[in-house]
């Protein structure tokens, strides 16, 4: 996993220099839909840097290959809301794309669910 940034946005005494809601410009919703497991990826192609802030250009570069929301939000030390803003905005522009993750065909066996939780209480 790639570091996480370093410079004027980190401090090692303060902690982070700017405010999350300052990252994501006050907005608390993504424009695309993405949950913590969605995989995003750079798509190469190159967004204005006018537009975007070290954040995204920081998240970007992490989107070299399969990523997933959670990951880049941990690697930018930002709340998983304000890492889905930046990472839609990424979007909007055409710089990633995303991924939903994939669910299961068939659902869990609930004799299996009932096994397990019937092993769990039997440790309790």
């Known amino acids: 996993m790639p570091a996480p940034p370093e410079g004027p946005l980190l401090d090692d005494v303060a902690g982070r220099l700017i405010r999350p809601y300052t990252v994501s410009g006050g907005r608390t919703r993504p424009t695309a839909t993405l949950e913590l497991l969605s ?12 537009q975007l802030g070290p954040e995204h250009l920081t998240a970007l570069a992490l989107c ?3 990523t997933s929301v959670a990951e880049i939000a941990a690697c930018l030390r930002l709340p998983a809301v304000v890492a889905k803003v930046v ?23 609930r004799s299996l669910l009932e096994a397990v939780l019937d092993g769990l209480r039997r440790r309790l």
């Open 39 to 50: 995989l995003v990826m750079a798509t190469g192609s190159v967004p204005p840097r006018a």
């Open 64 to 66: 070299g290959g399969p």
């Open 87 to 109: 990472l839609s905005d990424l979007m909007d522009c055409g710089a990633i794309t995303a991924r939903a993750p994939r669910r299961p065909d068939t659902p869990t066996d």
